[in-house]
């Protein structure tokens, strides 16, 4: 995730698809998304196997959104670098939104789960 996440940070921005009055939402809609994997893909890749303990879930998420927080703003100093490309902390909140919901997902399937072995 990381990796597609930078790739598609690295488009210049006059090669980036333009989608008229759709643009803003698609392309916010493209950072809560790449963010929501990236957070639950380390959740279940990681800390959902190191972490035995349900009480030690809320930790286990809270590095995950770490995580995330250090990579969404390295990946804004990036886009900086990036010709037609600005960093802002406004999708850096849009990523950490994204990262948020992707983490509740995973833990609201992880309940579902675990009542329907119960």
């Not at 303990?53 to 959104?65: D, I, S």
């Not at 997902?105 to 579902?112: H, I, T």
């Amino acid at each position: 995730m990381m990796t597609l996440i930078f790739l598609a940070s690295s488009i210049p921005g006059d090669r980036m698809p333009n989608a008229g009055q759709w643009d803003f939402s698609i392309k916010k809609g493209g950072h809560m998304t790449g963010y929501a994997l990236l957070a639950a893909s380390l959740m279940e890749a990681t800390f959902f196997r190191v972490v035995e303990q349900k009480k030690e879930t809320p930790k286990a998420m809270l590095l995950a959104l770490g995580v995330c927080c250090v990579y969404a703003l390295s990946d804004e100093f990036h886009q900086s670098f990036v010709p037609g490309r600005n960093a802002t902390l406004v999708d850096v909140g849009i990523d950490l939104l994204g990262a948020s919901l992707g983490l509740l997902v995973l833990l609201l399937l992880r309940m579902r789960q675990h009542l329907h072995r119960a």
